[in-house]
Each structure stands twice: as structure tokens, then as C-alpha cells.
């Protein structure tokens, strides 16, 4: 249904000379590509994208916020700085010892540059310190927010409000790092300086700013081939129980994704700002995300780990793509190497300068350095990791096609032959494996085909399944959320084969099942021609829609090894606000099963 949590990297770096690189990095938080955010973002896409590299293979290898921003920080892998949650030593004293001091921050201060952070961290940092490693420091406490939060300004905490002009932290984030930067020029212009730029956008409460919050009514970009696809029984058990939408389900997918470009607006008019601001001063500026899915995380599909990735700046080819594999762990490698830091060899990632042979062109034959061309991708905390292997396979085994079309054909309800009451029936083919046959459409009255595109095997499996997954999830008392419909099935009868005119010009076919099949009917005509026992029979055996919706719905809106969250009018204190009579309902995104 929903998912969304990208990392978005922005930075910006000075040209291969004698003197040292001027360094921007500007992060998003839950910023998407899968949904097209870029496509709404034309400032950043003329600036960084035309007149800079984009990187169409940018990954984060665990999309969810304090592990992603760990591997962003310190250039390792979520098994290597173990913060595996939001929660799970996120900015706690482990963290501080262990992993704080050899951050990108850490090292460019120790190697003279003054280094300033503005905006979110960690989702656990509570304010009660300044993190080693920065000169300056404008720290969000907690989690993204757009008003009503505190920042830790070197040491001293200070609340905001809901005053747009005072308090909207994407403008209070862009102000702020623009005149701590005109400052450091004006008193250590000989000092290189780096720069994050952390912005809470798209991430919720996703509060555009006022002057954006009638835009984009009618936008539907996020309702891409995979929008409302269900359901899918191939897939991990969470999707495996989430039916297609409810009504209320739909209305808030379309309102939060316009709210969260939205939200991307003021961040375009940022990167504009800055970009403009510091034209004469030539720094490397990079752009990437954090991850990208849509209210819900964790999962290791291309919606939840690509992101939007660029940079732009002197010594830096423009208008250029690369399609290597490169990952949110070659962020802090990369700005050491601009900085002409050496790379500790404790960090995993590498320096994305080692695609830019010579510093030009990134598409030339040769030009390319060798390059990993795969990424780990870590699902984070996980409980009962015992066998994994074992684990995998028997679930993989009983998920798989053949197993599932077995159990069903087992049951002996598609053993018969094709009947008025029938779509499906199975046979067992020369390889000993069964197969399936769809009981074909007659013209009324007769047992002639009707001139259909021919399904090969594993389409009609694949038909075949998804029908019986959503009729047993719809019969099921298992917990499961979202719609399981079953369609009317085909009222069918058999005729006789006298009364067809085209009997005679009947062919045979190469399907082991052909026959004389059934043909459809309507009500009216059942109804003229079937006697008062076959109706009665009819009628018992018809199957009609059937809806079964189990979105639970009780106070603590949750499950054991479920993320939930409850959606309510209150959460947005911002328009476009979410109609009250739509109510509140819950939801589960992810879970560890």
C-alpha cells in the first residue's frame, strides 16, 4: 500500500586544485524516486542534475532513518556500527564511543576544516550534548518535525513554534547554514569549511509551507503500476495479508503524497538559495536521500532503498550519468577524499571520486575505475535469526507455485470436468506435475469457441492461484488487512450439441482437456430455460462478490513484530488538512514475521 523512506545526497565540492574543497551535503529525509519527487523538483534538477553527475543507481542499504544516517555518517554497514533500529543504540553511549568520534565530521575537523551541521541527526539524539566533531552545531532533537521543536545550538536548547516566518525548520535549516557561512568567510576565509544541510522534507508530519499548500490537487504520480497491486501471495507474509485499499486507505495515499512534494517545494527554493549564494565561493555540493518509502520502511524493495543521488561542483563532469552501483556508504569516504583526507580502512564504502577518471567525463570508454557491481542490502534487527537458511528454503518451498497448485488441485474441487458452476480444472500432465486448464467461454448456447488470446501454462497458473489466494484470504479468519475481493463467478449450463450450427465445424486442439465445454449464460436466459430444481440448484452453488476487510481496529493499533501507525484528523495541523469524516483507521507497514 504505502512505502517511501529514501536518502536524498546533495553535495557540492571545489575543483581538483592546490587548494582544499568547500564541501555542502544536503540530505532529505524519506524522499522518494520510484514516485517521480524529482519530476516536481525543477530548481534542484537545473542545478545539480544538468550542471552536475546523477547517479541513477544510488541505493541506502538499510532504508530505515538512524541506520541509514549511521552508514552515512561513519561509511559502514549496518552490521558493522550495529545501530539496527530507530530505537537499538541510536545516539546512545555505544554509539558516542564507538562510532561517533570517526565520523566524516570528525575527521575533516581534525584535519583543519571547520565543519558546521544544521538540522535532524539521530531519531534518538535527545539535545543533551554536541556530537564530536563539529565546529558549529544546529541539532534537531528527536524526529523530523516542521514546527513545534527543539534545537541544541552549540549546547543551547531552543524551542520553536508554529510561526511560519520564525519557526518553519526548512527555512530556519537554510538561514541559519547561509550565515554561518558568509560568517566563517568573513572571519576564516583561508579555512575550508563543510556543511550538512539535514532537511526534515518529505518525511512526516510532511507541513508544506503555506505558500505551497494548494499546489499539485490532482498530482497521481505515485499511483504507478505497483499502486494498489494486491494481493501477492509470492511475497513476505506482511504482503501476503494486505488486500487492495479501502476507500480511506486510497484518499491517503493520494493527500500524503501531495503533501510530501509539497514539502519538497521549499527544499527546491533551498537548493536554489544556496546554490546562488555560494556561486563565487565554487563548493562541492551533494545531494542524496535517505531512503524512500512511503509511511513505511524496512522492506528491501526499489521504492524503499533507491533515492535520488547527485553532485555538482568544480572538477565535477555536468550533465552526466552514472548507472554504477553506489550506496549511501560511499558518502563519507567521498567527502574525505575531496577534503584530501586518507580513508580509514575500517569504513566499507568507497569514494565515488574513483568513477571520475581525471575528473572528466563519466560516460567515455575507460573512464570508468573498476566498481563494485553489487550492494549489501540489510533488513536491520531481525528477531530469531537462527537457520536463516533453513528458514528461507522451507518457506520458499511452500510459497512456491508448483506447491501451492498442488495443495489446491489436491482438494479435489477442480478434478471434475468442466461444469456449469466451474472456471478451473486441473490435470496432471506427462511430466507428472499438475497443470491447469480455464473452462474456455462458449458463444451462448454453444459449445463454440470464442476467438480468445491463448494463455500459456504459467500465465493460467498464475490466474488460477491468484484467484484461489484471494477467495481462501476472503473465507479466511486469519488476521489480514485491506480488501480480499472474490468476483462473481460465470454462470454456466450444458446444451445440446444438436442445437449448435457451428457443431460441424468444430476442431480439434492440442490441449490434453479439450472437450466439449460449457457455455455462458446470463440470468434471463437461466431463467427461461432451467427447471425449478436446477435454479434452486444454481442459486446455492452461484458465488457472489464477496468483501472481507480485516483492518483491525482497537486502541493500541498493534501487533506482536508489527509496525503500525494510526492516521487520525490531528495529524496534520497543516493544509491540506485530512477530512474528518473520513475518521481515523490503522495500519500496518511492516513487520519481522
Not at 376 to 401: Q, Y
Request: overall charge positive; some cysteine.
Amino acid at each position: 500500500m504505502m512505502s517511501f523512506s529514501p536518502l536524498l545526497l546533495l553535495l557540492i565540492f571545489a575543483p581538483f586544485l592546490e587548494s582544499r574543497k568547500n564541501i555542502i551535503l544536503i540530505l532529505t529525509d524519506d524522499q522518494d524516486i520510484e514516485l517521480g519527487s524529482m519530476d516536481f523538483m525543477p530548481k534542484t534538477t537545473r542545478l545539480l542534475k544538468d550542471k552536475g553527475v546523477e547517479f541513477t543507481g544510488g541505493f541506502v542499504t538499510t532504508p530505515i532513518c538512524c541506520p541509514s544516517r549511521s552508514s552515512i555518517l561513519t561509511g559502514l554497514y549496518v552490521h558493522n556500527h550495529n545501530v539496527h533500529t530507530n530505537n537499538n543504540n541510536c545516539s546512545n553511549p555505544i554509539w558516542r564511543k564507538l562510532h561517533e568520534p570517526y565520523t566524516f565530521g570528525a575527521y575533516l575537523q581534525k584535519s583543519g576544516y571547520k565543519t558546521a551541521y544544521f538540522g535532524k541527526y539521530l531519531n534518538e539524539y535527545t539535545g543533551s550534548y554536541v556530537p564530536e566533531g563539529w565546529s558549529h552545531w544546529m541539532g534537531l532533537i528527536r524526529n523530523s518535525r516542521f514546527y513545534n521543536y527543539t534545537l541544541n545550538t552549540n549546547g543551547n536548547l531552543k524551542k520553536h513554534g508554529f510561526d511560519y516566518q520564525l519557526d518553519y525548520l526548512t527555512d530556519v535549516i537554510t538561514n541559519s547554514s547561509l550565515k554561518w557561512v558568509d560568517e566563517h568567510l568573513a572571519d576564516s576565509s583561508d579555512d575550508p569549511f563543510l556543511a550538512v544541510l539535514s532537511y526534515p522534507a518529505p518525511h512526516g508530519p510532511e507541513d508544506p509551507a503555506p505558500q505551497f499548500s494548494e499546489s499539485f490537487e490532482n498530482v497521481s504520480t505515485h499511483r504507478t503500476a505497483s499502486w494498489n497491486y494486491a494481493p501477492n501471495p509470492d511475497k513476505q507474509w506482511l504482503l501476503q495479508q494486505t488486500g487492495k485499499m479501502e476507500p480511506v486507505h486510497v484518499a491517503f495515499t493520494d493527500i500524503l503524497h501531495r503533501r510530501r512534494i509539497q514539502t519538497l517545494q521549499s527544499v527546491d527554493d533551498s537548493v536554489h538559495k544556496i546554490l546562488t549564494s555560494l556561486r563565487e565561493k565554487k563548493p562541492i555540493v551533494k545531494y542524496l536521500c535517505q531512503f524512500g518509502l512511503i509511511k513505511g520502511k524496512n522492506m528491501p524493495y526499489e521504492f524503499d532503498i533507491r533515492v535520488p543521488f547527485f553532485i555538482r561542483g568544480p572538477g565535477i563532469p555536468r550533465n552526466a550519468t552514472v548507472r554504477k552501483a553506489v550506496a549511501n556508504i560511499d558518502i563519507a569516504p567521498t567527502i574525505l577524499a575531496m577534503a584530501e583526507v586518507e580513508i580509514p580502512d575500517r569504513m566499507d564504502g568507497r569514494s565515488l571520486l574513483d568513477l571520475f577518471q581525471s575528473g572528466k567525463g563519466a560516460k567515455k570508454d575507460g573512464q570508468l575505475a573498476p566498481w563494485r557491481d553489487t550492494v549489501l542490502v540489510e533488513r536491520g534487527k531481525m528477531p530469531r535469526l537462527r537457520k536463516v537458511r533453513d528458514r528461507w528454503m522451507t518457506m520458499k518451498a511452500v510459497r512456491s507455485k508448483d506447491t501451492r497448485l498442488a495443495k489446491e488441485c489436491s482438494s479435489g474441487k477442480w478434478s471434475g470436468p468442466c461444469s456449469p458452476f466451474q472456471a478451473w480444472k486441473c490435470y496432471i500432465a506427462e511430466d507428472s506435475r499438475w497443470r491447469i486448464h480455464k473452462c474456455r467461454r462458449r458463444r451462448r448456447g454453444c459449445p463454440c469457441r470464442r476467438r480468445e488470446k491463448r494463455q500459456i501454462d504459467e500465465e493460467l497458473i498464475d490466474e488460477f492461484l491468484q484467484e484461489r489466494y484471494v477467495d481462501n484470504m476472503a473465507a479466511s479468519s486469519e488476521w489480514h488487512q485491506g480488501i480480499f475481493e472474490v468476483e462473481e463467478g460465470k454462470l454456466r449450463m450444458r446444451r445440446s450439441l444438436e442445437e449448435c450450427p457451428c457443431f460441424g465445424n468444430m476442431t480439434n486442439t492440442d490441449h490434453p482437456l479439450k472437450g466439449f465445454e460449457n457455455s455462458e449464460e446470463d440470468e434471463e436466459f437461466l431463467d427461461s430455460t432451467l427447471s425449478k430444481k436446477q435454479k434452486k440448484r444454481l442459486k446455492k452453488q452461484q458465488v457472489n462478490i464477496k468483501t472481507k476487510n480485516h483492518s483491525f481496529r482497537f486502541n493500541s493499533c498493534s501487533l506482536p513484530q508489527m509496525n503500525c501507525f494510526t492516521h487520525k484528523a490531528s495529524h496534520w495541523r497543516t493544509p491540506p488538512l485530512w477530512p474528518e469524516e473520513y475518521g481515523e483507521f490503522c495500519f500496518c507497514q511492516n513487520s519481522n514475521k
